[in-house]
């Protein structure tokens, strides 16, 4: 399907499921805040089942906000945790909306994407159970007890919401920490071998990349009070893995400093589009760069609240692009090929991301669409991209909008693993192996999705044409 295809689908597709909220802000608009501890027992499958847990080196949270107006609430929840997939995604959503008395697709879920946390898939464990495998994605008992975990503390936040009237933007340059894995070599040839830690030469003398180097904050206010700050940075947030250490690793220090920093205003980190961006040229995987790393975030974080700037909110929307990419048909991919590596003579690891596979797999053929939700405030976006999306997408998305604040979140609906572009893809990524389930074809899908999800309702202004105007309320036409 060529781009204005997919273009027209998306569009005819495209719903709103938001208002247009006008009238007085600090006497219509509350947000809420909350936090939870999803940490991991020990012997959790890590990764997806790469490893197992065997200690804390420090605990995963899930940290996120509830928008409480005229229309039905909005939530967002940044979480500790590799990825969220499948049906676990959609229960996540379940029952948070249930908290927040919302509807599902009002609730955005990303993960942060660390390594030493888990992968939630519960289908791909039960097929794995149910063959009496040895492999482990997660624990189902203990993911029904985060998420209700998670769901209570939602609940609990909702009696304390505050008036909210203002969203302030504010970005930063992080130094030294990202670098895309695409690098040259002296002779012209190209690399992708630059993961979280390098120390190869090469690598590590080689330019940095395509990255985007800004670090968005958007903050949410009461007047001059600020309630609660979401950071968006795309890079890979490992510095060392593999252990069996559960760790938030260096966002999840930097973000607890700032938490530290600024004790009543809720701190919330999300990673951008960073499948394809890594802190390998500025990291060699010694122990002690973890910290080093979070300084650098940190930083960046406090430099991005300095030059904030707010905006009296007037309006907001919320809405959802549904989103359809296929499943890889290439070699070992097939049903019937994923199903031939459940059993007890596959590696444990190689059985998980067979049933991890064949779990989106069989949603996919069922029809399953992704949900691309974007809360855009006039001035300022918050999009939600699923998987590990590459970083092109989330430059794509603020062309989209220029002159906006467009903050992109990555790995939402985990289940497609990389998202990469045409040209990886023709250059032969090598990443693009088992943790690829989308086939060659998604970025014309992907930029279409982008472009319907970004595009603003005319009331709703544009950031280089300021706030939106006050008026009536008005539900935007699907």
Request: net charge neutral; proline share 6%.
């Amino acid at each position: 399907m060529n781009f204005s295809k997919t273009l027209l689908v998306l569009v005819v597709a495209t719903h709103s499921i938001g208002q247009l909220l006008a009238a007085e802000p600090s006497l219509h608009l509350r947000l809420a805040t909350f936090s939870a501890d999803v940490t991991v027992p020990f012997g959790h499958g890590m990764m997806g089942g790469s490893w197992l847990s065997k200690s804390v080196a420090d605990p995963l949270e899930a940290n996120g906000l509830v928008i409480l107006g005229d229309d039905a609430p909005v939530v967002f929840v940044s979480v500790d945790w590799c990825e969220i997939r499948n049906e676990a995604y959609e229960r996540w959503q379940t029952l948070l909306a249930e908290a927040a008395g919302t509807k599902p697709e009002r609730v955005m879920i990303t993960t942060i994407h660390q390594h030493d946390a888990p992968i939630a898939d519960v289908g791909a464990e039960d097929l794995l159970r149910a063959r009496r495998l040895t492999g482990t994605v997660c624990d189902p008992d203990f993911h029904e007890r985060a998420v209700k975990a998670v769901a209570q503390a939602l609940r609990e936040s909702l009696p304390l919401a505050r008036p909210f009237t203002h969203v302030g933007t504010g970005q930063a340059k992080v130094e030294r920490i990202a670098s895309n894995r695409r690098y040259p070599m002296p002779d012209g040839s190209i690399r992708f071998d630059r993961t979280s830690s390098t120390r190869n030469a090469f690598a590590i003398a080689a330019p940095e990349g395509l990255i985007d180097p800004w670090l968005k904050t958007l903050s949410f206010w009461n007047g001059e009070t600020p309630l609660a700050a979401v950071s968006f940075y795309a890079v890979h947030p490992m510095s060392y893995y593999g252990t069996g250490e559960v760790s938030a690793d260096f966002p999840g220090l930097a973000r607890r400093r700032r938490q530290t920093d600024l004790p009543g205003v809720k701190q919330i980190y999300s990673s951008g589009c960073s499948g394809n961006v890594t802190a390998g040229k500025y990291n060699t995987g010694a122990r002690e760069n973890r910290a080093g790393l979070a300084d650098r975030l940190h930083a960046a974080m406090t430099s991005a609240w300095r030059e904030t700037k707010r905006e009296a909110l007037t309006r907001y929307e919320f809405r959802v692009t549904p989103l359809r990419l296929e499943p890889t048909d290439r070699p070992g991919f097939s049903v019937g090929e994923l199903t031939a590596r459940l059993v007890p003579d596959t590696k444990p690891f190689q059985q998980c991301l067979a049933a991890m596979g064949l779990n989106w797999r069989r949603r996919a053929d069922a029809g399953h669409r992704i949900q691309v939700p974007v809360l855009d405030f006039g001035f300022a976006q918050l999009l939600l991209l699923p998987g590990e999306t590459y970083v092109e997408y989330q430059l794509a998305a603020q062309q989209e909008r220029p002159g906006s604040f467009v903050c992109v979140a990555g790995y939402g609906e985990g289940a497609t693993g990389y998202v990469p572009t045409e040209q990886h893809i023709a250059e032969h990524d090598p990443n693009l192996s088992d943790w690829w389930w989308v086939a060659p074809g998604s970025e014309a899908r992907m930029r279409a999705a982008i472009h319907v999800a970004l595009k603003a309702h005319p009331k709703l202004k544009s950031g280089d044409e300021g706030p939106a105007k006050k008026s009536n309320s008005a539900t935007i036409a699907p």
